[in-house]
C-alpha cells in the first residue's frame, strides 16, 4: 500500500517562501507520477503541479507559474513544491497525489492515492 506523506507547511508572510516536502512508503518498486494540488476553504480541491516519473516533465498550473518548482529525488522516494513570492490567495491545504505511471496528470480524479495535506497559510 502507498502511503503518502506531506510536511513542510507553516505560516508566512506575502512574498515569502515555503517548501513542501512529501515521502512515499510502499510500493516505490513501480514508477509512479506525482503531483500536488490544494484546497482552500469552500473550495474544490485544485491542481497546482505535477512531475512525471524521471522529473524529466513538469506542469504548472497558470496561478503558480514562475513561483513554484515541482522536483522529486527518487532516491529518497520523495517529492517537493518550492513556492516563493507566496499571495494571501495561495493559503490552502496542499496534498501530494500519486499513480501509476511515467508521465504527468493534472487532473485530481486521475490519482490514486493521497497524503493527509499540510497547511498553508499566507498573511498579507
Known amino acids: 500500500q502507498v502511503q503518502l506523506v506531506e510536511s513542510g507547511g507553516g505560516l508566512v508572510q506575502a512574498g515569502g517562501s515555503l517548501r513542501l516536502s512529501c515521502v512515499v512508503s510502499?510500493?516505490?518498486?513501480?514508477?509512479?507520477?506525482m503531483g500536488w494540488f490544494r484546497q482552500a476553504p469552500g473550495k474544490e480541491r485544485e491542481f497546482v503541479a505535477a512531475?512525471?516519473?524521471?522529473?524529466?516533465?513538469?506542469f504548472y498550473a497558470d496561478s503558480v507559474e514562475g513561483r513554484c518548482t515541482i522536483s522529486r529525488d527518487n532516491a529518497k522516494n520523495a517529492m517537493y513544491l518550492q513556492m516563493n513570492s507566496l499571495k494571501p490567495e495561495d493559503t490552502a491545504v496542499y496534498y501530494c497525489?500519486?499513480?501509476?505511471?511515467?508521465?504527468?496528470?493534472?487532473?485530481?480524479?486521475?490519482?490514486?492515492?493521497w497524503g493527509q495535506g499540510t497547511q498553508v497559510t499566507v498573511s498579507s
Open positions: 512531475i512525471s516519473w524521471n522529473g524529466g516533465l513538469t
Open positions: 497525489a500519486a499513480r501509476r505511471g511515467s508521465f504527468y496528470y493534472t487532473n485530481r480524479y486521475e490519482y490514486d492515492y
Open positions: 510502499g510500493g516505490t518498486n513501480i514508477a509512479y507520477a
